[in-house]
C-alpha cells in the first residue's frame, strides 16, 4: 500500500474516530449531567419535604395555640356569665324575700300568681294554689305544741329562703297552713315553729 492510500485510510480513521471520541465524550457529559440533576432534584425534594414539615409543624404549633387560647377565652366567658346570671338570681331573691314591713312582697313572684286573696273556706299555698279546709280550722292560730293535721301537712314549702328561713332539721319540714309557715315533725306533725302572718 502505498504512503498515498496510508495517508487517506489514518485520514478517515481519523476523521471517523473524532466524532466517534466526541461522541463517546458526549454521552458521558450527558450520563453525567444527568446523574448531577437527579442529585439536584433529590435534594430540592428533600428541602421541599423538610420545609413543609417545618411548616406543617408550625401552623399545627400556632393552631394549637390558637385552640388553647380560644378554650381559655371561653372558659373564662363563660366562668363570668355564670357569676353574673348567680348575682342576678342573688339580687332577684333578695328582692322578692319575705319583709315582714312589706304587705305586697309576693307581688311579682311568680309561686303566687294564682293568688287573688283571703277565700272563706279555704287556704293559700304557693305553688300549690287554694285548697279546702274545714270550718273549725279555717282563721286557726298555730302555736308551737300543737298538732298540724295530717290533710294539711303535704302543702310543703318550696323555698324557705325566701321567708328568710334556715333549712329545716333532719326530719322536719316547713308546711303552709293557712297565711303562716309552721315547722312541723314529719312524722307526727308536731309544731315546733310558727312563722304567722306571711301574705
Given at each position: 500500500m502505498n504512503r498515498f492510500a496510508k495517508a487517506a485510510v489514518l485520514g478517515l480513521v481519523m476523521a471517523t474516530a473524532?466524532?466517534?471520541a466526541a461522541e463517546a465524550q458526549n454521552r458521558?457529559?450527558?450520563?453525567?449531567?444527568?446523574r448531577d440533576y437527579r442529585e439536584d432534584r433529590r435534594?430540592?425534594?428533600?428541602?421541599?419535604?423538610?420545609?413543609?414539615?417545618d411548616d406543617r409543624r408550625d401552623w399545627r404549633q400556632g393552631d394549637y395555640d390558637n385552640r388553647r387560647d380560644y378554650r381559655q377565652d371561653r372558659h373564662?366567658?363563660?366562668?363570668?356569665?355564670?357569676?353574673?346570671?348567680?348575682?342576678d338570681r342573688r339580687d332577684f331573691r333578695r328582692d322578692q324575700r319575705w319583709d315582714r314591713n312589706d304587705r305586697d312582697w309576693w307581688r311579682d313572684r311568680n309561686d303566687f300568681r294564682d293568688y287573688r286573696g283571703a277565700r272563706s273556706g279555704y287556704w293559700y299555698a304557693p305553688s300549690y294554689g287554694y285548697y279546702r279546709v274545714e270550718p273549725r280550722y279555717y282563721g286557726q292560730r298555730w302555736q308551737r305544741g300543737h298538732y298540724l293535721p295530717s290533710a294539711y301537712r303535704s302543702y310543703y314549702v318550696r323555698d324557705p329562703y325566701a321567708y328568710n328561713l334556715r333549712p329545716a332539721p333532719r326530719g322536719y319540714r316547713y308546711v303552709h297552713a293557712g297565711n303562716d309557715i309552721v315547722m312541723?315533725?314529719?312524722?307526727?306533725?308536731?309544731?315546733?315553729?310558727v312563722l304567722s302572718g306571711v301574705y
Open positions: 473524532a466524532p466517534l458521558g457529559d450527558r450520563r453525567e449531567n444527568r435534594d430540592d425534594r428533600r428541602e421541599f419535604r423538610q420545609e413543609r414539615r373564662e366567658d363563660r366562668r363570668d356569665f355564670r357569676e353574673e346570671r348567680r348575682d312541723i315533725a314529719i312524722a307526727t306533725g308536731l309544731i315546733a315553729s
